[in-house]
């Protein structure tokens, strides 16, 4: 999917400030007084580190969907006026219409706390007034949840929720119940271990020096998958990716030798609980590996300087369909359906 890019309305943002303040359009001091408004709002929100995570947060979502491909359109819900005669009513984050034609809304949140009892809410009125507006257009309304201290997604219909004092659920609750596979989430797995070789050029030095020094010229670049050498450049394309972007943990590099020689040197990555004979270990869902990407792509060093990427939302998909057939990477693809009677 591409974005389809719309010229913002700078007119509109006038006319909203201008209404609050009673300014006039033709008024020489008021181009003054909405530029002084619109900088001191910038520097209080940018400065919030609860508004800023939570921007970036639903910038995140539609890219994540976008990426994974199986929806025909994901646009904005929450912009611009509406007038309704229902006033208890509030519009959710993305209106998104599946490949079947099915129109679903869906409410973004994002919320970090390190622990699986830890209860995400809403607030009654909240959840009152998205639920009132997805009735009015005979939709049904989604909460996509980002549990950040996991780095995963779950999307929650308003039915799943437990009805305490606020509609409440649990990470664990909430996985049981996730319908991101709605959206096109897959998770992905193979048989360890990954490592890619980068080979010194046997034309030119590679012999260590006595104090333990190489310098050699690269010769070439292989990657590996449970020791076979990968051969497919699609399949090169979505080892790195995973190599990259999944929780997999590196080794440290080994460099290899003939007799005193450099031949390549070695990176070996693995699961994270560690490596044993069974066949297939997952990398995490597709939408995990998507939202790391993007946080590389908005953030350095843990200080976010971008709410979305400059990158069109295809540069983070691997274009991987559930009925992919690997060659020298053999790949588990699995579809996570909802348990509904959990």
Known sequence: MKRISRTPEIISLFEEISRAGNLKIQDPTSQKEILDRISSTFKKCKENPIFVHGH?????FEYVVAALGEVSLI?????????????????????????????IFVEVK??????????????????EE???????????????????????????????????EKPSITFPEAMKKNKMSLLGDLMVGTTPPLSYRLFADRNKPRVMEK?????FTIGGFEIYCNGLRIEE????KLALYFIFYSDWEANEPEAKFERDQLDYIE????????????KIYLFGFLSQMISRHYKEATSEDGVIHR???????????????KNYKGKQLGLAIITVKANNNA
Not at 114 to 125: G, L, T
């Open 110 to 127: 994002n919320f970090h706390k390190y622990s699986a009892d830890a209860i995400f809410s809403i607030r009654n009125n909240d959840f």
């Open 130 to 164: 998205l639920c009132n507006y997805a009735k009015l257009f005979k939709q049904d309304l989604y909460f996509a949840i980002y549990w950040s201290c996991w780095g995963a997604w779950t999307l929650i219909a308003i039915d799943d929720f437990e009805q305490k």
């Open 233 to 236: 450049e699609i399949e090169k």
């Open 211 to 215: 104090n333990g020094a190489i310098e």
């Open 307 to 321: 709410l979305s990427p400059i990158k069109e939302p295809e540069a983070f998909s691997i274009g991987l369909s």
């Open 267 to 278: 990176q070996i990555f693995l699961p994270k609980e560690g490596y044993t004979d069974r």
């Open 56 to 60: 970036r947060t639903e910038s995140m």
């Open 75 to 103: 646009k904005r819900e929450d912009v611009g006026n509406i007038f309704c005669s229902n006033k208890t009513i509030r519009p959710p984050d993305f209106s998104i219409l599946l490949k079947d034609g099915t129109g």
